[in-house]
């Protein structure tokens, strides 16, 4: 059963294409992840999937509704935590978990069953009559969680959720998703711009790039998409001229870039090749000063699709860069 | 040295790249210069006297000539014919009228006959500047009606006038506790309710409404009820502390309380109503900070709080017609100051229902369900 089905959706800010023509479908129970560098448009598209923004053209249906014409269908079908921390501060754990409830409608007697499952789900039960204001960013991530599943929605999306936290909270992030997933009947749509999150979380992932889908596929699948399936990184002292070209020539090589006599060379076969190198390189006197073998990564997938060109560009100055602001928390 | 220096060219960097800020900061005093200069020692006008005439021999007749002369020349006060004196006084006490003039049955006879006749002044002594300003006016009148008329052959009857005031003496820091009462609402509209709303909209708390499946008008009454429970409980606190302090008296009269209570409901719900307008499109965090000062000399100074609005230029009354402050600084004087019911300050309620009705349904019609 498909959960989600965007076809040729496009959202368009004046003459800037932010999500230009993308299409793809959602299994019911899969996480999926959106992958992309800053700016890419994955934001973008979850706010069209959220019904916060209109499309401009195209489609996009979620659990069956669509989000323009059937857009508190799709509200009630949905969780969604978003970027920036919306938890409110003052109130405590328990109370923000309520009050969401509430705008759900959700009654009283299944509010507090649920609120005592997503608690302990997310470990914050000791913690349900703090003020928000009073947890780490971790804790507050977990609470906005809990609080988007009190209505037991089908569809759960979650924008950049580990954005800003510290390694340790991000895997307890992971790790409460992945056990939330197992025990309710939940879809989950992820952004995120960590390889490592995404590698580990989701079953599919569609990698996005200005405003495009640059591919979709498993992290293995898409592992296995680019050339090579190791990479041996080595540097050399004093290496001769047509050093690239004989890399080119080792058995199992599938590419080498290098600057500075340093070389990155993706291979199919890294043991053949590590070995063929340090022969190549006794032969040729040129001295190994270091060498590293590892697995293609998404990393690598996601270079290889994005590219390395930073993406520099002017923005709108955001309501939030107002330095007039009630910082609070 | 050139540390400091750092300092300064940092911040005014920051400053020149701040229009607004800039625009605001100059508009704030320019228009605390034109409201506050136009608010204060205008010539009162135009004030409401109600004439009970008993009399109708001819001394009368010059005295409603005189009153006449004054309503055509410099016009200040106008005069209203009553045929009944119960209704003056009524009327009087409702806020309907400032003052009236009565001019007893007996009162052409005791001219002619030169014994001692009088007229009476009852005037509204809540507004001391009006009174003051009518009292003047017609001692100014009785004088000309006891001067020698140089073209009819009349003996002067040396009319005396009777100022009689229908409240106890009304100090200036009891004069202005209505206006104070409506600052307090409005401060907490535009700090609890207006400001908030506006930092959460940045912070993205909003969207967190926005993907439920709440309605517009449910997401606008929702803020509107809050934001007004909330100034209902700064104007109660104001009220009962600044009724003491002022020395208002009978200050905890149960009937009055109650009655004083609704009008601060009804009060903090127009003036939330009319914030949300006001912010509904708006996303900068700097634009309420800005707009307050300038909003609250607009509001304040021509709502009569300090000052009796028929003091004003035209084109300060014709903010006061509009201005929510009015109806609301009229009702707790009437009711702070005179003691009157619901009948005197049932315009006011509805003037102030129906304008909250119109922002809120405006309000609700400008929100964005999407971002």
Redesign the interface.
């Known amino acids: 059963m498909i959960a989600i089905d965007v076809r040729n959706i496009v959202k368009q800010f004046g003459k800037f294409v932010a999500v230009n023509g993308i299409s793809f479908t959602v299994e019911a129970g899969e996480i999926f992840g959106l992958l992309g560098p800053n700016g890419a448009g994955k934001s973008t598209l979850i706010?069209m999937l959220?019904?916060?923004?209109?499309p401009t053209s195209g489609t996009a249906l979620v659990n069956g509704f669509d989000v323009l014409k059937q857009?508190?269908d799709v509200?009630?079908a949905?969780g969604?935590i978003?970027?920036?921390m919306?938890s409110?501060l003052e109130l405590s754990v328990e109370e923000n978990l309520v009050i969401?409830a509430k705008?759900?409608s959700v009654p009283r007697e299944k509010r507090i069953r649920l609120m005592k499952e997503l608690l302990a789900a997310v470990e914050l039960t000791e913690w349900k009559d703090k003020q928000v204001k009073n947890l780490s960013g971790g804790m507050r991530r977990r609470v906005e969680i809990a609080r988007g599943l009190m209505h037991e929605p089908r569809i759960f999306f979650l924008d950049e959720p580990t954005t800003g936290l510290d390694p340790v909270s991000r895997v307890a992030v992971w790790e409460m998703l992945k056990r939330i997933k197992a025990q309710r009947d939940l879809t989950i749509l992820i952004t995120t711009h960590y390889m490592d999150e995404a590698d580990k979380l989701c079953d599919r992932i569609a990698i996005v790039d200005h405003g495009e889908l640059k591919a979709l596929d498993s992290p293995l699948k898409l592992k296995a998409s680019i050339p090579g399936k190791n990479v041996l990184e080595a540097s050399f002292g004093s290496p001769p001229a047509d050093w690239e070209r004989t890399l080119v020539a080792l058995p199992g090589v599938e590419g080498v870039t290098g600057k500075d006599n340093v070389y990155r060379i993706n291979s199919t076969n890294g043991p053949a090749t590590t070995l063929a190198l340090m022969e190549a390189a006794e032969r040729a006197g040129a001295q190994v000063q270091s060498l590293g073998v590892q697995s293609t990564s998404l990393d690598d997938v996601f270079v290889h699709y994005t590219g390395r060109a930073l993406r520099d560009a002017l923005q709108e100055p955001?309501?939030?860069d107002?330095p007039?602001?009630?910082r609070?928390g | 040295m050139q540390r400091t220096w750092a300092i300064i060219e940092r911040e005014l960097r920051r400053f020149r790249r701040s229009p607004m800020l800039i625009v605001m900061s100059m508009i704030f005093p320019v228009v605390q210069l034109v409201v506050l200069g136009y608010a204060f020692g205008g010539n009162v006008k135009h004030l409401k006297l109600g004439v009970v005439n008993q009399d109708s021999g001819v001394p009368s007749v010059r005295v409603r000539e005189l009153a006449g002369a004054v309503t055509a020349g410099a016009r200040t006060f106008d005069t209203i014919e009553y045929g009944d004196e119960g209704v003056a006084l009524q009327d009087l006490r409702d806020g309907r009228i400032n003052g009236v003039l009565t001019i007893p049955p007996d009162f052409s006879r005791r001219v002619l006959a030169h014994n001692q006749p009088k007229i009476a002044l009852i005037e509204d002594n809540t507004d001391s500047f009006v009174s003051a300003s009518l009292a003047g006016t017609v001692a100014g009148l009785v004088g000309a009606f006891n001067m020698p008329d140089a073209t009819t052959v009349r003996v002067t009857g040396e009319a005396k006038l009777d100022v009689v005031e229908v409240y106890p003496y009304v100090p200036y820091v009891q004069y202005l506790l209505p206006g104070s009462i409506v600052m307090s609402i409005f401060m907490m509209v535009m700090i609890g309710g207006g400001i908030i709303f506006i930092d959460d909209k940045a912070r993205g708390l909003h969207e967190g409404y926005l993907v439920t499946p709440i309605k517009k008008f449910e997401l606008i009454a929702g803020f509107n009820i809050s934001g007004t429970i909330k100034a209902v409980l700064s104007g109660s606190v104001l009220m009962i502390i600044g009724s003491l302090i002022a020395g208002i008296p009978d200050p905890f009269s149960a009937l009055r309380l109650l009655r004083l209570f609704v009008v601060i409901v009804i009060t903090a719900f127009a003036l939330i109503s009319m914030m949300f307008l006001i912010m509904v499109r708006v996303t900068d965090p700097l634009l309420p900070r800005a707009i307050f000062g300038v909003l609250n000399t607009l509001l304040y100074f021509p709502s009569g709080a300090v000052y009796p609005q028929q003091g004003f230029p035209p084109w300060m009354q014709a903010i006061a017609v509009v201005d929510p402050f009015t109806y609301s600084v009229h009702a707790f004087k009437c009711l702070l100051l005179k003691n009157t019911g619901f009948g005197a300050i049932s315009g006011d309620l509805l003037y102030l229902l129906v304008f909250s009705a119109v922002a809120m349904s405006a309000a609700t019609l400008l929100f964005r369900r999407t971002l």
Not at chain 1, 50 to 54: Q, V
């Open positions: 706010r959220t019904t916060l923004l209109p857009s508190d509200r009630r949905i969604v978003p970027q920036a919306t409110d969401y705008l759900y955001s309501a939030q107002s007039f602001m009630i609070r």
